[in-house]
């Protein structure tokens, strides 16, 4: 037997030197042997601890023999799973040998018992007691820290949607103030007009364009955290249609830059209209704004695999360096000065936003000066 935890084996037999011989055979530093001189003491044991690896019981008893005392013992829950070795005399029919599997033994041997095989037949059982009891014990530890998952997943959603909203109050609280200083800074040039040095004007226009960006940023801000709280029901969504409304919005920068956009014909999936019109105008947008000096060529394609529809936006513009692949995800995040490009770094943070609360992913694939193709994936 494998070194282990010491496991408790019941042994029945209405004579004691047959008990000290089973004990003997076994080998006590291995077990803890519980003995019983009857049926009716077994029960009385197997009331009081249920917890043994393998019973070992003799057929042949007075009052309560040992097919007697099996069914009893199947017919509690709580003891019902533990394995039953009946020893007889040889003198027993093949009749009594299939009457105790019928009550439930796993086994039956005939006397005079081999000791070698009794020994490893019953460390069979004793390991099989060991590793059932290390998987129930795995099987509470996991039900614990699901638990404790589940409660740690509940405080995060709880502090995101508290974030969330405090994100949107917060955004929306500060437009009015921001305009009012802004219009004020206005007047106040204007006024000051024709009696402005130089460097005060210059000072002036730094302040209200920074007014300006931070009326961007709380725009950004604003349909961001307006994703998580714009929980409308999904419906069918012509994506054609999605596509034909985003060439309209965006049709002056298409015209402006010449772009050439083309498309393969779309699906109609479960969605959200307005959200996908975001995800392909932010996309599209980008690839018209970082097209560099050359007219944009922008490619909308769809695969399916195994329900899933994955979307690829690829565009010939001026690409970026992968190491970036992830960060351009990220709310604020930008690759170039901001005289360089308008935005704000939010438009890819919103769209990773709305495919992740789709149950899709989005990444980018991109070689700096050959262009890049965003993929995003959605399900049905």
Known sequence: MENG?????????????NLLALELVLGKDQYNFVEATSGREALRVLLKEHNFAIILMDVHMPLLDGFETAKLIRESEKLKNIPIIFLTANHDKPDSVFKGYETGAVDFMIKPIVPEILAAKVSVFADLFRKTRVLEQQKKNLLALN??????????????????????????????????????????????????????????????????????????????????????????????????????????????????????KLPVLNSNHLQMVQLFQNLIGNAIKFSGQQEPKIKISYTVNNGTYQFAVKDNGIGMDPKYNERIFEIFQRLHPLGEFSGMGIGLAICKKIVERSGGKIWVDSVPGKGSTFYFTLNN
């Open 5 to 17: 935890e010491v496991v408790n084996v019941l042994l029945v037999d209405d004579k004691k030197e």
């Open 147 to 264: 638990k404790e998952l589940e409660k740690n997943t509940q405080e995060i959603r709880r502090s995101n949607d508290e974030l969330e909203k405090f994100a949107y109050v917060a955004s929306h609280d500060m437009q009015e103030p921001l305009r009012t200083i802004v219009s004020y800074l206005q007047l106040i040039q204007e006024k000051l007009d024709n009696n402005m040095d130089k460097e005060t004007e210059q000072y002036f226009n730094y302040v209200i364009g920074a007014g300006y960006r931070m009326r961007d940023l709380i725009t950004g801000l604003l349909e961001y955290s307006r994703i998580s709280r714009a929980d409308r029901p999904l419906e069918p969504v012509d994506f054609n249609t999605v596509l034909n409304e985003v060439m309209n919005n965006l049709g002056t920068s298409i015209t402006e830059s010449k772009a050439n956009i083309v498309s393969d």
